[in-house]
């Protein structure tokens, strides 16, 4: 291939050399185009597997990047981007409630807030224990949060399906129930119920609530257990003070390694996990989608090399008296490689830019024209199909789709432009 032209101040006209070998590789550009529409068939047919494959990949990809974005989001909100707390609270195991629980945190929430990048701090208690309606008892995973602030800030991560949200400000001691835990009590907003739990103490301790509201989070074996309460009724239930995490929400969750390290480096004493170090679940759908999408461009790319190869195959073999006459008047074998290669480069760039302008409509009208996902495994509610845009995919995976297909034209040519001349012209 000639060398690529030299780089020229404003305004200065190209040398004598330079545009000669512009003018060349224009030409055996020209040419390779002029090959590929001998055979418009035949083209065509391999333009169209270089597109399909194109689109395939960037559609896959584009959805595999919207789940990991969207899982991403949901771990952040639910934990928060930074999780807060001693670092026995994420390394052992508590032998009673809230043995390794934050005291004083109201304090360190106002230092927390300090930090321009933290949108907000929620302090969360986790516990477990018995629920009952007087005549059945069933085991609960219950949260303590700040009402106001849990579901102000997190936004709609939960689905109400009867009643309301609990609320600070409230004079009785309230309780959401999961949709699942609801059904077995037999419960609805305004129904009583007891909470049992074990104290800080070791003591058991019995606090009568009213159901303020039944939601879903979307996973029956979870709202099969969950309660939400606020923080104030957890800490009587469990006699103290203390709670369990604080969960940092920051302005971005690209901010996320940035204000770890500066909340680290002013609390040496506590520990701080990010919501990657909890969300194990996005951990295992990523690797499996990983795995999943990089077979399948495995796949796709093997596909678009084996019919590159092909076309480019049965065009060569047509051709090889032509090409044994090109060698004849003086034609150089490095000369021929490089269009036949460049017949590849066109045919794969055509079949690349037609793919990416599938990917990017499909993409594009999935916004306009909402498509709605099976619930997944584990999952009582689905979600929307959305196809993320990733201009950094779409370069890639076009490059990559001109790249093979010229590689695999000058791998199956080489043979051909190095025969003899003579064998060459006697070939029928």
Do not use: C
């Not at 596909?303 to 073999?317: D, E, G």
Request: hydrophobic content about 50%; cysteine-free.
């Amino acid at each position: 291939m000639s060398p690529a032209p030299s780089r020229l101040k404003p305004g200065a006209r190209p040398r004598g050399g330079d545009a000669q070998r512009l003018g060349g590789s224009l030409k055996w550009l020209k040419f390779a185009l002029q090959n590929t529409l001998r055979n418009r068939r035949r083209s065509l047919v391999t333009v169209a597997i270089a597109a399909l494959g194109t689109a395939a990949i960037l559609l896959a990809g584009g959805f595999a990047l919207y789940t990991y974005w969207g899982l991403a989001q949901g771990a952040a909100r639910d934990t928060g981007h930074l999780i807060v707390g001693l670092p026995e609270q994420f390394t052992k195991e508590e032998d009673t409630p809230l043995q390794f629980g934050l005291d004083a945190y109201a304090e360190l929430k106002a230092r927390l807030l300090a930090d321009k990048a933290v949108r907000n701090v929620l302090p969360r208690v986790n516990f477990s224990g018995l629920i009952s309606n007087g005549e059945k008892s069933t085991v609960m995973l219950a949260i303590g949060v700040e009402p106001d602030s849990e579901f102000a800030v997190k936004g709609p991560f939960l689905k109400m399906l009867a009643g309301d949200v609990i609320a600070s400000d409230s004079k009785q001691a309230e309780v959401m129930l999961g949709e699942g835990l609801a059904n077995s009590l037999k419960a609805k907003p305004g129904s009583s119920l007891t909470l049992l739990a074990t104290t800080t103490d070791g003591a058991l301790n019995a606090l009568d609530v009213t159901v303020k509201g039944v939601f879903s989070i979307g996973v029956p074996e979870i709202d099969k257990r969950i309660v939400y309460t606020d923080v104030a009724t957890a800490q009587k239930l469990l006699n103290t003070q203390r709670v369990s995490t604080l969960g940092v929400f920051l302005d971005n969750i690209d901010s996320t390694d940035a204000a770890r390290l500066r909340v680290m480096a002013a609390n040496p004493k506590l520990g701080v996990q990010t919501w990657l170090d909890q969300a194990f679940f996005y951990q295992a759908v990523r690797q499996l989608y990983n795995r999943i999408f990089g077979a399948l461009g495995l796949i796709i790319g093997v596909i678009v090399i084996f019919v590159v190869t092909n076309a480019m195959a049965m065009a060569i073999i047509e051709r090889t008296r032509e090409i044994g006459t090109l060698r004849a008047l003086g034609t150089l074998p490095g000369q021929l490689l490089r269009s036949l290669a460049l017949e590849g480069m066109v045919l794969g760039g055509v079949g690349a830019l037609v793919g990416s302008a599938f990917a990017l409509v499909v993409s594009l009208l999935l916004y306009v024209v909402p498509i709605e996902m099976p619930p997944p495994p584990g999952s009582s509610r689905g979600y929307p199909l959305n196809i993320t845009i990733d201009p950094l995919m779409y370069l890639g995976t076009a490059v990559a789709m001109v790249v093979l297909s010229m590689l695999a034209s000058a791998w199956i040519a080489r043979k051909t432009v190095n025969k003899p001349v003579a064998e060459a012209l006697a070939h029928t």
